[in-house]
């Protein structure tokens, strides 16, 4: 059984630019929420997908937004990029319906913005 | 809103010593309640849980008690291994399993364990 994957590790970007940040989620998981963890800071919850839809979302502004695919594969995209988005951004899988599980993380990727 | 308050670190303790590491709530329903740990490159794992008042929730020698009285969940281990440095983080769902609110994570509390 494969693990929740990241891609990539590390990115740095330039303010005012676009992000796309890729996950995969652990094999039999149907459900995916991205977090954002600035330095020093526990995680915060950005948004949660399930069968395709963003089913919750935390305290981020629009700019922030996401995609699930039919694989129940994710992605988070960042427009305008600020230098305060600067973090390691987590993606958690897990499964809802029969069998809840708990969220799996996978291990971040950390953005920088210059 | 939710929030979790944990002690601030880093904690610094002896191998073998005992080790609590406090965490308190708030919360406008029954939330179910998690210790979380992340290692240094790694992702978060899932360290023990909770998800009613009363229950006791374990794993490796950690272990930490639901009580809605006090609303906390305080994280304790009776003797402490150098592997145990990390930082651990308390955190809470409002629906068992982390519902679609997400987890409201502490701040986290860096454990130092010096052999």
């Known amino acids: 059984e494969t693990g929740v994957t990241q891609s990539p590790t590390h990115l740095i970007k330039t303010r005012g630019q676009q992000v796309t940040l890729r996950c995969s989620s652990q094999s039999g998981h149907n459900t995916v929420s991205w977090y954002q963890q600035a330095l020093g800071q526990g995680p915060q919850f950005i948004f949660q997908?399930?069968?395709?839809?963003?089913?919750g979302r935390g305290n981020f502004p629009p700019r922030f937004s996401g995609l699930q695919f039919p694989n129940y594969s994710s992605e988070l995209n960042v427009n305008a990029l600020e230098l305060d988005d600067s973090a390691l951004y987590l993606c958690?899988?897990?499964?809802?319906?029969?069998?809840?599980?708990?969220?799996?993380f996978g291990q971040g990727t950390r953005l920088t913005v210059v | 809103g939710n929030s979790v308050t944990q002690m601030e670190g880093p904690v610094t303790l002896s191998e073998e010593a005992f080790l609590t590491i406090n965490c308190t709530y708030t919360?406008?329903?029954?939330?179910?309640l998690f210790w979380y740990v992340q290692y240094p490159g790694e992702g978060l794992q899932l360290l023990l849980k909770?998800?009613?008042?009363?229950d006791k929730g374990s794993n490796k020698g950690f272990e930490a008690t639901y009580r809605k009285e006090t609303t906390s969940f305080h994280l304790e281990k009776g003797s402490v291994q150098v592997s145990d440095s990390a930082v651990y983080f308390c955190?809470?769902?409002?629906?068992?399993?982390?519902?679609?609110?997400?987890?409201?994570f502490g701040k986290g509390t860096h454990l130092i364990i010096q052999p």
């Open positions: 958690a899988s897990r499964s809802i319906g029969q069998g809840t599980t708990e969220a799996f």
């Open positions: 909770a998800t009613k008042a009363d």
């Open positions: 955190a809470l769902s409002e629906r068992a399993g982390g519902g679609a609110d997400g987890l409201t």
């Open positions: 997908y399930y069968r395709e839809e963003e089913n």
């Open positions: 919360a406008t329903g029954y939330p179910s």
